[in-house]
């Protein structure tokens, strides 16, 4: 049972692109989250949002921006895509919980290259 | 922020329980500690979480000092498919939305 659907698993772009990444969630969550992940760097958050049009920064936005028009979808935009944001890029949503002890569901991840 | 320590990396071998430890010595008083796994070409999982008791589920236990300032998840058995990445986060204090802020993770080695 697929909760957290990543529209690509591989992706080859041209420098300069615009690159959009897709993310569907089925569990009506309110926050959503889009990572990359680089060998050695681990997990890192670009962008996340807490609701419909809302969006705050994670610790890598450059380059990035977001769209959060319906609840169930996350889209990560690379505006004029470089070769160094060829990267595996993950998706994750969870409840919004007050006391934020719930759980995240990632994404299989896109594996972007850009030539 | 909290954050955590994590060693890069380390071995098990099959069938015995793999102990991974995380420093959180920064983390505050309603912060929980989560744990989560990534198996190779695939996005994380979550594993288990806990404020200050001990946890136990059908995966892992979650060991936490009783200052909060490390922890310990132990597989009991570890088998091969239990080779992977493993991260230790805590929730990020000041949003009540939940940021998810992950390390650089332990590479988990299961040997025969």
């Known amino acids: 049972d697929v909760k957290v659907t990543q529209s690509s698993r591989y992706l080859v772009k041209r420098t300069g692109e615009k690159v959009f990444l897709e993310c569907v969630q089925d569990?009506?969550?309110?926050?959503m989250f889009w990572y990359r992940q680089d060998p050695g760097l681990g997990l890192r958050l670009i962008y996340f949002?807490?609701?419909?049009?809302?969006?705050e920064k994670g610790d890598i936005p450059e380059g990035y921006s977001v769209s959060r028009e319906k609840k169930e979808r996350f889209s990560l935009i690379l505006e004029s895509a470089s070769t160094n944001q060829t990267s595996m890029y993950l998706c994750?949503?969870?409840?919004?919980?007050?006391?934020?002890?719930?759980?995240?569901?990632f994404g299989q991840g896109t594996r972007l290259t850009v030539v | 922020d909290a954050k955590t320590t994590q060693p890069t990396s380390m071995d098990c071998a099959e069938g015995r329980a793999a102990n991974l430890p995380c420093n959180h010595s920064?983390?505050?008083?309603?912060?929980?500690v989560y744990w989560y796994r990534q198996i190779h070409s695939q996005g994380p999982q979550y594993i288990i979480h806990?404020?200050?008791n001990n946890e136990t589920n059908e995966m892992a236990s979650l060991i936490i000092t009783e200052d909060r300032k490390s922890s310990t998840l132990i597989l009991p058995h570890a088998t091969l498919r239990d080779t992977a990445v493993y991260y230790c986060?805590?929730?990020?204090?000041?949003?009540?939305?939940?940021?998810?802020?992950f390390g650089q993770g332990t590479i988990l080695t299961v040997h025969p």
């Open positions: 949002s807490y609701d419909v049009k809302m969006k």
């Open positions: 806990g404020l200050k």
């Open positions: 986060i805590v929730r990020v204090r000041g949003t009540s939305y939940g940021k998810l802020t």
């Open positions: 569990m009506d969550h309110e926050n």
């Open positions: 994750a949503s969870t409840e919004r919980g007050f006391l934020m002890n719930t759980e995240a569901f």
């Open positions: 920064t983390i505050s008083g309603n912060e929980y």
